[in-house]
């Protein structure tokens, strides 16, 4: 792209962004249900900003965002460097966020906005059945409540059709929608993109004044590999290889942890939740691996409230290999040792 077009990626893509992106996100959202058009979607710089810039476009300091519970933890990160509150709703592993537990908490709480990752949720894996999506329309449409979704993960689902998009149930403008490709094909890309709906002049100029533009190259580069069919055929073969990486990941803790511990069982993406035996301290145990050089997510940063004390989150991305095999090992035994010397300080 650098040889093909010269002088034209010195100058800034202005928001929305690159009209041939644009047009390439605008026919990919078709697979997730979504009717979209290529003037109703604005380039990010990655996911991230994508929800920062809605976030700050619907809501206010002090206003109570509801999101599922473990929840993304750049999520919370946003929420709070934002001055809002997070309002945590129970998610089934399997289902997702409970919409009877989200019907209560509306009952009970003024809340602004409503922030999800309906597909491939992060860290539980799970996706939401069409019904629950429905459902989800139709619960926040009686409250007047905007959706942010966040869809980052829905191109990695291991089923052989995509999930459908919240945003594919919504006749109104409602759901705001954003994306990437940071995690489906190159996290330094820092490319994403937002659908807001109604919302879209706003969050435009927003981004302008935030930082004037997302980087010209990686735009160009990406539209030009989606263009040529690249980034399908790369797709079928990373859907593939993650849920290859998850299996053997999961047979691996279930060798060496105790055997007492539980993991979810992901509908896509490349990590997994795993719930570990309650005298075990995640906090304790990502110190000790750290000292090891294995790096993992304890449960506590996925919650605002600093639940799950006993879990923790791994990242299946890297090609199963002999280190990484010495690394569960090592990192079986820190949490059995953990275990028994909680046993060991009872008695």
């Known amino acids: 792209m650098a040889r093909k077009y010269g002088n034209e990626l010195s100058t800034y893509q202005f928001p929305p962004g690159n009209p041939e992106l644009r047009r390439q996100i605008a026919r990919r959202m078709v697979e997730a249900g979504c009717q979209t058009r290529p003037d109703d979607i604005i380039i990010t710089s990655g996911c991230q900003e994508a929800l920062?810039?809605?976030?700050?476009?619907?809501?206010?300091?002090?206003?109570i965002i509801a999101?599922?519970?473990?929840?993304?933890?750049?999520?919370?990160?946003?929420?709070?460097?934002?001055?809002?509150?997070?309002?945590?709703?129970?998610?089934?592993?399997?289902?997702?966020?409970?919409?009877?537990?989200l019907s209560l908490a509306l009952e009970k709480w003024p809340v602004k906005v409503c922030a999800l990752v309906p597909n491939v949720s992060n860290p539980l894996g799970c996706?939401?059945?069409?019904?629950?999506?429905?459902?989800?329309?139709?619960?926040?449409?009686?409250?007047?409540?905007p959706l942010i979704e966040d869809d980052i993960y829905g191109d990695l689902g291991f089923d052989a059709r995509r999930p459908r998009a919240v945003s594919a149930f919504s006749s109104e403008q409602q759901v705001l929608y954003c994306s990437s490709f940071s995690?489906?094909?190159?996290?330094?890309?820092?490319?994403?993109?937002?659908?807001?709906?109604?919302?879209?002049?706003?969050?435009?100029?927003?981004?302008?004044?935030t930082n004037l533009a997302t980087p010209t190259l990686p735009q160009y580069a990406i539209a030009d590999f989606l263009r040529q069919g690249g980034y399908d055929r790369y797709l079928r073969q990373v859907r593939h290889d993650y849920q290859?990486?998850?299996?053997?990941?999961?047979?691996?803790?279930?060798?060496?942890?105790?055997?007492?511990?539980?993991?979810?069982?992901?509908?896509?993406?490349?990590?997994?939740?795993?719930?570990?035996?309650?005298?075990?301290?995640?906090?304790?145990?990502?110190?000790?691996?750290?000292?090891?050089?294995?790096?993992?997510?304890?449960?506590?940063?996925?919650s605002a409230s600093r639940k799950y004390r006993n879990f923790i989150r791994l990242n299946c991305a890297q090609p199963w290999s002999e280190t990484l095999e010495k690394a569960m090992i090592t990192l079986g035994r820190m949490v059995h040792e953990l275990n028994n010397r909680d046993n060991k300080d009872r008695q």
């Open 52 to 63: 920062t810039l809605c976030l700050q476009t619907i809501a206010n300091p002090g206003d």
């Open 67 to 101: 999101i599922e519970s473990p929840a993304f933890y750049g999520l919370l990160q946003a929420i709070e460097v934002l001055g809002m509150k997070a309002l945590e709703i129970p998610t089934d592993p399997k289902t997702g966020i409970s919409l009877a537990a």
């Open 127 to 145: 996706t939401l059945p069409d019904e629950n999506k429905q459902a989800l329309v139709d619960l926040l449409a009686q409250s007047d409540i």
């Open 183 to 209: 995690k489906s094909l190159s996290p330094g890309l820092g490319i994403g993109w937002v659908r807001p709906g109604k919302y879209r002049e706003k969050i435009a100029y927003r981004k302008y004044v």
């Open 244 to 302: 290859r990486q998850v299996s053997i990941m999961t047979r691996a803790v279930g060798k060496y942890f105790p055997q007492e511990t539980r993991v979810t069982q992901p509908q896509g993406g490349f990590v997994i939740w795993i719930e570990l035996p309650e005298k075990v301290d995640s906090l304790q145990l990502c110190q000790q691996a750290l000292a090891q050089r294995i790096s993992i997510a304890p449960g506590p940063i996925f």
